[in-house]
């Protein structure tokens, strides 16, 4: 099993996936689901936080409860589409700074160009969990963690809701220390750098703009 990568293949997550890929499901629906799974990928994606204990009372006794310890955590969408996905861990992870790196892609180079960067202070302090539904070609993705880490974060993990096997070798080459969390490695990426089987272009389905 590779450490660097965590396929998260949960019948909740699997099924509803299936509805997202299939060409029928409209917007409305689209967003809905990608927010359920997010809620189920951010439950992976923070499996191993630091514990604390505090002491409280319940009606009955004192107990030593178990808390997350006080690390902090920012979330850095990808933008535009890891916007779908930040929705869903915010409401786990309600307290957590947020970040966004704007990226688009050059439609014929394929290569990742940079139109906004802006991130919590001293992400050195923090657990840095970048998200951005579809790990295509990992250009885009490889650049926003160069730049998270330009910007002092240490301790980063990638959470998508689609890997391909060219994103997550590139994403390993360039960032072995980068765990990804994914809920599903699909094939292989076309000419274009889209998925396959994929779903299409995730943030034209997101908001519609297709
Ligand atoms: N980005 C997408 O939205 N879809 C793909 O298949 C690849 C990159």
Redesign the pocket.
Known sequence: MDQHLTVVDHPLIQHKLSYMRSIKTPTNQFRQLLREISHLLAYEVTRNLEMTTKNIKTPMQDLDAPFVAGKKMALVSILR?GNGLLDGVLDLVPSARVGFVGLY?DEETLKPVKYYFKVPKHLDERLVIAVD??L??GNSSAAAIDMLKEAGATNIRFLCL?A?PEGVALMKEKHPDVPIVTASLDER?NEQ????P????????MFGTK
């Open positions: 589409a892609r539904p579809m295509a070609t689609l391909a990426l750098g889209y998925i396959l994929g779903l299409g272009d995730a943030g034209d389905r």
